[in-house]
């Protein structure tokens, strides 16, 4: 916690979630795929980056991307993904469950808290594709939810800052409310002054070099809007740091 403030770090990577540390964030969300948003990690990832980092982690459970209404199969497949997070040492999960309407899949998220317990639960951006977002709030404090993770209905949290704002307002005590989406450090200090959030979610990955010398350019391994084949996206301590030193000026 600096500035009253817990800064937790969406990443990727040991390396990644290294930086994260080494940058003062008290908390990671550990996924893989954040090109769809955030997937599922490994639970050799998992395992991995477990033992490099003390801070906390929270890990991903989203079996694809795209939506959040998930088929019967997709459903077991985050259960059995949410079990080995639990036996691989994560300190808690990050979840969104939708119904076909835009509602909060009540009964789904029910189970999976139940699953998850004690470990704490973070429903995370699926909140932003809702209908209503104070219905859906009501929805995850009856649940007793632990975080919100949103960006306020809109493409980033600065655009968001008003129904944070309001969300916080609330909420009050019944969860956490936390802002993420194109958080910086040029926009994080209005984002906190203006919401009153307690905790920060934002990621800051940057280009860097892949390790191959040798490189083909006619073959690749994605589709055609892809990532660069020879380039990976790493967090930077110093980056990390930025972030958080620019959250107590507004």
């Known amino acids: 916690m600096t500035n009253g403030l817990t800064f937790e770090v969406c990443v990727d990577s040991?390396?990644?979630?290294?930086?994260?540390?080494?940058?003062?964030?008290?908390?990671?969300?550990?996924?893989?795929?954040?090109?769809?948003?955030?997937?599922?990690?490994?639970?050799?990832?998992?395992?991995?980056?477990?033992?490099?980092?003390?801070?906390?982690?929270?890990?991903?459970?989203?079996?694809?991307?795209g939506d959040f209404c998930y088929s019967d199969a997709e459903f077991l497949v985050m259960q059995e993904d949410l079990a080995a997070a639990k036996d691989a040492g994560a300190d808690g999960v990050?979840?969104?469950?939708?119904?076909?309407?835009?509602?909060?899949?009540?009964?789904?998220?029910?189970h999976l808290l139940e699953l998850a317990r004690p470990?704490?639960?973070?429903?995370?951006?699926?909140?932003?594709?809702?209908?209503d977002p104070f219905a859906a709030l009501e929805q995850l404090a009856a649940l007793r939810v632990d975080r919100l993770l949103t960006s306020g209905q809109e493409p980033t949290a600065l655009e968001g800052v008003d129904l944070i704002a309001e969300l916080v307002r609330r909420a009050g005590r019944r969860l956490i409310v936390m802002p993420g989406g194109g958080i910086t450090d040029r926009n994080v200090g209005r984002i906190v002054s203006t919401t009153?959030?307690?905790?920060v979610h934002f990621g800051c990955a940057v280009p860097a070099e892949?390790?191959?010398?040798?490189r083909n350019?006619?073959?690749?391994?994605?589709?055609?809007?892809?990532p660069p084949e020879y380039t990976l996206e790493v967090a930077?301590?110093?980056?990390?740091?930025?972030?958080?030193?620019a959250a107590a000026r507004p």
Do not use: Q, W
């Not at 994260?20 to 769809?36: N, P, W």
């Open 14 to 65: 040991v390396e990644s979630a290294v930086a994260a540390e080494r940058g003062g964030a008290g908390r990671i969300e550990l996924c893989s795929d954040l090109i769809e948003g955030g997937l599922t990690p490994s639970y050799g990832m998992l395992r991995t980056v477990r033992a490099a980092v003390n801070i906390e982690l929270m890990a991903m459970v989203r079996p694809r991307g």
């Open 94 to 110: 990050v979840f969104g469950l939708l119904s076909p309407d835009g509602a909060v899949d009540t009964a789904r998220t029910k």
């Open 217 to 226: 350019p006619r073959v690749y391994m994605g589709g055609a809007l892809r």
């Open 210 to 214: 892949g390790r191959m010398v040798f």
């Open 196 to 199: 009153g959030v307690t905790e």
């Open 236 to 245: 930077r301590a110093d980056d990390v740091a930025r972030v958080i030193a």
């Open 119 to 131: 470990l704490p639960v973070t429903f995370h951006r699926a909140f932003d594709m809702t209908r």
